[in-house]
């Protein structure tokens, strides 16, 4: 059983930045894809951003592109959301997940394992 742990979240001003970290334990995730989600009061979970299995492949939603960055170590068990230039809409619980795909999708039947989330606050 794979267990997903997300760490760094907080309160932070407008314009600010956060770096999100997830560790994985119970099983290498060396060859699955990562990505991060997020879902705010009253909205459906949405898709943040996904790496590939080697880290060669990213991609982002509309909304974050140029402003989030995700990141993994290859062969370690670890991912990681930079998050610059915060806005108040950023505000949600960011959830880390994994699929066992190489290359992640957008949509979140893609993913087989979650995190319990860690929550983002934007003040403006």
């Known amino acids: 059983q794979v267990q997903l742990v997300e760490s760094g979240g907080g309160l932070v001003q407008a314009g600010g930045s956060l770096r999100l970290s997830c560790a994985a334990s119970?099983?290498?995730?060396?060859?699955?894809?990562m990505g991060w989600f997020r879902q705010a009061p009253g909205k459906e979970r949405e898709f943040v951003a996904a790496?590939?299995?080697?880290?060669?492949?990213?991609s982002y939603a509309d909304s974050v592109k140029g402003r989030f960055t995700i990141s993994r170590v290859r062969y370690q068990n670890t991912v990681s959301l930079q998050m610059n230039s915060l806005k108040p809409e950023d505000s949600a619980v960011y959830y880390c997940?994994?699929?066992?795909?190489?290359?992640?999708?957008?949509?979140?039947?893609?993913?087989?394992?979650w995190g319990q989330g860690t929550q983002v606050t934007v003040s403006s």
């Open positions: 790496i590939s299995w080697s880290g060669g492949t990213t």
């Open positions: 997940t994994a699929s066992r795909a190489r290359v992640g999708g957008r949509t979140a039947p893609e993913y087989d394992y």
């Open positions: 119970g099983r290498t995730l060396s060859y699955y894809a």
